[in-house]
């Protein structure tokens, strides 16, 4: 029986132009993934999502093609998928949690379709790169623009009681579904790594033009960021800009060590300057540490008390996956007037939908990927790979450390950038898959 599926899929195979060209169209789904999150709405990206899944599954069973062993980190994101499915099960509001779950499939089969295919087109992961750079440069432009045109908040953005004029900022927001500064500045976190690390290997490669777009584009980039006024992201950058240091030190400390020093101090004396300069910056920084007397930072502790009590009564298998039921549920645990659409924390959030078991393998599933980018990192000595890992890696930590304060990791246009970073983190984390035969440099 076996022989004879492998003949037909053989002949199939021979006789189809298009499953011979499957990766190319593959490759163009996931292409117009990022493209249409700089614009479209959430239903259209997923579906775009859901043909790269369609195409990968005829490529498994109508082509050649080698299977991908899993290791400890597939495992736990094996076991979480499950527990998700069991919260789904039982959840008190089924057809509302239905509808979240179907997003977390969409999320988890776009990571498992751009694995598959990095691990046949390994050379291809700087081209993916380039085009999440292209639409984050897109959407700093965007932004910048916005800017200097003062557009004006379409929702309460910033406590502005305590403030000067001089102080209040301009938040932009881009063109990113819904019109929101923290969604921007969420989006800028997970995809400016690709600037960088783009820039990085075109260098590299002695692609000095293409490096200097690359830069330039960075640069506004996170200048944009700041403007978006989203004090996560701030920390997400701070998480981006030590990673970059952190990795570059491995090259440059034993040779360079005077002009490393040097830069490093110029760049926090560029960051110090506009801080001291810029008041609306430095009156929208300062107010990450006022704690309660900053109407968001209080809004946010109301939501995680609220949230942690629905955890304790929901402890073993959550509510169920979604922001919709979160919102149903939530009403009988909120203080009166802080209704909240999720927990404001990612974790948090997930062990509310699904339960501690679900977070613990997410967890497991977290941990496992970066221990395993950084003991590669550390000891590979290719310099291309090391770049690309490490792009992936400052970026799926970055939208990590962003995640304790804020949700918008579970929108599409980050969900669908952090799930690529993801898979590039596991494509290079097991010597078994993507051998040096399928290498960066094709």
């Known amino acids: 029986m076996t022989m004879f599926n492998n003949s037909f899929q053989k002949y199939l195979y021979e006789n189809s132009l298009f499953l011979q060209n499957i990766d190319g169209f593959i490759f163009a789904s996931i292409v117009l993934v990022f493209v249409s999150s700089t614009f479209m709405s959430s239903d259209v990206i997923g579906f775009l999502a859901l043909i790269t899944f369609f195409l990968t599954v005829l490529k498994y069973f109508f082509t050649p093609d080698k299977k991908i062993p899993l290791n400890n980190s597939d495992l736990s994101l094996i076991a979480y998928f499950m527990l998700v499915v069991i919260s789904l099960a039982g959840s008190s509001l089924f057809y509302l949690s239905l509808k979240g779950f179907f997003k977390t499939f969409t999320y988890l089969s776009f990571y498992v379709s751009v694995l598959r295919y990095f691990s046949t087109n390994k050379g291809k992961i700087p081209y993916i790169f380039g085009v999440i750079g292209l639409c984050a440069g897109f959407e700093a432009i965007i932004g910048f623009m916005q800017n200097f045109a003062h557009v004006s908040e379409i929702s309460t953005w910033q406590d502005v009681s305590n403030l000067n004029a001089e102080q209040v900022m301009t938040r932009v927001y881009g063109s990113l579904k819904p019109l929101n500064p923290n969604l921007l500045g969420g989006y800028f976190v997970s995809a400016i790594p690709a600037l960088y690390g783009l820039s990085a290997y075109l260098f590299v490669d002695k692609k000095y033009n293409f490096s200097l777009m690359a830069l330039v584009l960075a640069l506004i980039s996170t200048v944009t960021l700041f403007l978006t006024g989203c004090r996560g ?28 020093l040097s830069f490093t101090a110029f760049v926090f004396a560029v960051f110090t300057a506009a801080l001291l300069t810029v008041s609306s910056l430095r009156a929208r920084f300062l107010s990450i540490f006022a704690m309660r007397q900053d109407s968001s930072n209080s809004f946010r502790f109301n939501v995680y008390h609220s949230s942690l009590e629905m955890f304790k009564d929901n402890w073993l298998l959550g509510i ?65 790979s090391v770049i690309i890992v490490s792009t992936a890696l400052l970026s799926v930590l970055a939208v990590s450390i962003h995640g304790f304060v804020d949700t918008v990791f579970f929108r599409p246009q980050i969900q669908f950038v952090f799930w690529t970073m993801a898979a590039v983190l596991r494509c290079n984390s097991d010597e078994k898959l993507c051998k040096s035969n399928n290498s960066l440099s094709q």
Not at 248 to 258: C, I
Not at 321 to 343: C, H, P, Q, W
């Open 233 to 260: 992201s701030y920390i997400g950058m701070f998480v981006i800009v030590a990673g970059i240091f952190a990795v570059s030190a491995k090259y440059l400390w034993k040779n360079y060590k005077k002009i490393y």
């Open 320 to 384: 169920g996956v979604g922001n919709m039921n979160f919102r149903e549920i939530y009403g009988l645990y909120m203080k009166t007037g802080f209704d909240a659409l999720s927990a404001y924390n990612i974790f948090l959030e997930i062990a509310v939908e699904s339960g501690i078991f679900a977070l613990i393998a997410y967890l497991g599933y977290l941990i496992t990927l970066i221990k395993n980018s950084v003991k590669f990192i550390i000891k590979s000595d290719d310099v291309k």
